[in-house]
């Protein structure tokens, strides 16, 4: 994922989060009865998470792969440090081996 869907995604959240403060503050601040308010916030959050679920939905899928993806890297990463480890250790092992070798063939 590149720095502009990284900064378009932040965008779009940012400005859907400014929308629904704006709607909460203007509701909450109208003069209407509680129950009233209560029905008027409930439709509003409703008809947004209609709107905007596609939205939503594709950015979590996006951001899943993207954990997929970096997992996937990560995983490949150990591997390979395991597989060096292991390859030094053995390096150092039939270095051990082949002086132990030399001074038992001197005698």
């Known amino acids: 994922m590149c720095n502009k ?5 932040g965008f779009g959240v ?8 704006g709607i909460v503050a ?11 308010m209560r029905a008027k916030v409930k439709d509003t959050v409703c008809e947004l998470a209609e709107k905007h679920s596609p939205a939503v939905k594709e ?5 899943l792969e993207s954990i997929d993806l970096l997992r996937y890297k990560l995983e490949n990463q150990y591997k390979k440090f395991g597989n060096m480890l292991k390859s030094k250790k053995m390096r150092k092992a039939k270095e ?3 002086e132990s070798n030399y001074y038992f063939d001197r005698d």
């Open 5 to 9: 869907d990284k900064s378009s995604i």
């Open 14 to 21: 940012g400005l859907l989060l400014g929308v629904v403060g």
């Open 26 to 36: 203007g509701v909450l601040y109208a003069p209407k009865s509680g129950e009233e």
């Open 59 to 63: 950015a979590k899928k996006q951001a």
């Open 96 to 98: 051990l081996e082949s």
